[in-house]
């Protein structure tokens, strides 16, 4: 997959993120019938970017098995710079702006990402990470992949026998929505983690394969390309079916929507071959800029939506254009302050400024106007 294709998925990826996000409160009153027009549209668009965080976990697989780092200690120091310092630093911000802070309480959330709600996306990203040195070694044959079938299979047989309101396809059970207590000892988090790897591992197994395997050779065609999008609409019409046909069994929005779930898997693999189409070229320096940003987008845009939730009720569209845009430009001066000013950087997962010398805020602002495009 070309750099320009999965700078495009990560810059995408992040902002539709934050729309379900700032969106949420209307996707969650969907009637179901498309009378209402907000969560109407809201809930059209959520479905066309469900697979989103999933395709995150993607590109983390794609983007390592493309690196140059092979040894298991370098590629540890380096992603734990990148992943660990923003991790804490959010955290903490999180329970001490909900007044939640507590040692005790930051100690237990650093394991789940519970300091707040988006964060247990991190953690799984980081538990990945963590088998990363051994997955890599797992070959790309018939063997490995029907182990992961047999993984997925079986995860999920577990996973509706303990607790069916996870299982994909729950509206085919007689409870039809209502939630329903895990059996037995299993602890309710225990199951939603193991959903989380459910469909994550074989996500990043798979961006880790084509890392390795794919040709950045392969010649441009239109033909793969027109087919690439005829299975687009049809995975989108796959995931947005089910969520449909789930709403109509009485499943709430948020129940019928989720994001571990099959549909939304093979629309997200009808994604991730379209992209496969794209002809291998260089992003422009602006979208690297962008890309190399997304994590931070994830990670602070809580703070901007809650800061401007009150305003949600006045022209909706634009209140979620305005606060897509405030987080890219928070994250961006974010990271542009981590890399030139000492020892920010390493709060903000850049573990050190370009050159390890000492850079002064004001001048470098001043040059960093005039060299925007061009650095």
């Not at 794209?278 to 690297?288: N, T, Y």
Request: proline letters at 6%.
């Amino acid at each position: 997959m070309s750099r320009f294709a999965t700078d495009l998925l990560r810059i995408f990826s992040v902002s539709a993120i934050v729309f379900n996000h700032v969106s949420w409160p209307f996707y969650a009153i969907y009637p179901g019938d498309g009378s209402d027009e907000i969560p109407f549209v809201v809930t059209l668009i959520n479905q066309i970017v469900k697979p989103s965080t999933a395709l995150f976990i993607f590109l983390s697989g794609l983007a390592f098995a493309s690196s140059s780092t092979t040894d298991a200690v370098s590629f540890y120091k380096k992603r734990a710079l990148r992943i660990l310092p923003p991790f804490l630093f959010v955290s903490f911000l999180y329970l001490v702006y909900h007044d939640q802070w507590s040692v005790q309480k930051f100690i237990s959330s650093l394991h789940d990402g519970s300091a707040s709600y988006h964060l247990y996306f991190v953690v799984v990203l980081f538990y990945l990470y963590l088998l990363f040195p051994f997955l890599r070694k797992v070959p790309f044959d018939a063997r490995s992949i029907s182990f992961y079938i047999l993984f997925f299979t079986a995860s999920n047989a577990f996973i509706s026998f303990f607790a069916p309101e996870f299982w994909p396809y729950s509206y085919l059970l007689p409870e039809k929505g209502q939630t329903m207590p895990v059996k037995g000892v299993i602890q309710y988090s225990m199951i939603q983690w193991l959903e989380y790897f459910t469909f994550g591992l074989p996500l990043f197994q798979a961006g880790i394969w084509i890392g390795l395997y794919q040709n950045k050779k392969k010649a441009f065609s239109w033909s793969m390309l027109l087919l690439s999008m005829i299975l687009l609409g049809i995975g989108f019409a796959i995931a947005s079916g089910d969520f449909l046909f789930r709403i109509s069994m009485g499943l709430h929005p948020d129940a019928a929507g989720r994001v571990w779930r099959t549909p939304v898997m093979i629309f997200g693999a009808a994604v991730i071959f379209f992209l496969l189409q794209i002809p291998h070229r260089e992003s422009p320096a602006l979208m690297k800029k962008l890309a190399r940003s997304g994590f931070l987008v994830y990670l602070f845009h809580p703070f901007i939506i809650e800061h401007f939730q009150s305003d949600l009720g006045n022209r909706p569209y634009h209140h979620f254009l305005m606060v897509i845009f405030l987080s890219w430009v928070c994250a961006i001066l974010i990271h542009e302050v981590s890399v030139r000013i000492p020892y920010t950087g390493f709060v903000f997962g850049e573990g050190r400024y370009p050159d390890g010398k000492r850079k002064h805020f004001i001048p470098q602002l001043l040059s960093y106007s005039r060299n925007w495009y061009t650095n």
